[in-house]
């Protein structure tokens, strides 16, 4: 198998598609650069995308052979970690957008320092920079 330059992509399933983009556009600080019915995408750096997809449109698609992601809303089910320049800032930002207060930013044992909020699904955001 030949190395090829991987672009990824990383879908959070949302219950309310333009609640979550426009969460995401404040948060990140960018518009997508996709938003039609059923898909919006943030460009993150130039190999790695966001993107949000109505929990019903990917129920049509992965169900019955997985369970309706509805049925797990409000649970965490990812962690988007963001090492960033400024991280209390960023932090600070995301809770200002109206993440909610996972764990405030602390020094962590594996060498960085990381807050924790939670987006209006329920998945986890990290922001981390280095230990203070």
Known sequence: MHQSNMQVQFILYVKDQQ??????????????VLDVAGMTEFVLSDQVKLGLMPESGIAKIITPACADPATGSG???????????HAPEW???????????????QNRDWGACVGY?????GH?????GPLV
Not at 19 to 32: A, E, G, H, I
Not at 77 to 85: A, F, I, P, S
Not at 117 to 121: H, I, K, L, M
């Open 19 to 32: 609640r979550s983009r426009d969460f995401y556009s404040k948060l990140l600080k960018k518009s997508p």
């Open 75 to 85: 649970i965490p089910r990812c962690e988007l970690y963001l090492t960033v320049d």
């Open 91 to 105: 932090f600070a930002h995301a809770l200002s957008c109206g993440a909610l207060l996972v764990q405030d930013m």
């Open 117 to 121: 909020v939670a987006d209006p699904d």
């Open 124 to 128: 986890i955001i990290a922001f981390a």
